[in-house]
């Protein structure tokens, strides 16, 4: 579940990234994730609630 957050917290950071044209290839993924573009957090939430979950699976094996 740590590989999961971990994944679509790099994806949240990419999409930031190309929404504010820091990327050289900020067109080409914007192209195809628009709306993900304008709205990083929608990949952001996912992701710090899934750490979260994670972190709930975690203490209840301790």
């Not at 590989?3 to 949240?12: F, K, M, T």
């Amino acid at each position: 579940m740590f590989l999961v957050a971990l994944i679509l917290a790099v994806a949240a950071g990419v999409f930031f990234g190309a929404g504010n044209s820091a990327l050289p290839w900020s067109n080409d993924i914007c192209r195809y994730g628009d709306v993900l573009c304008q709205h990083p957090s929608w990949v952001g939430v996912p992701a710090v609630l899934s750490l979260v979950w994670a972190f709930f699976l975690r203490v209840d094996r301790l």
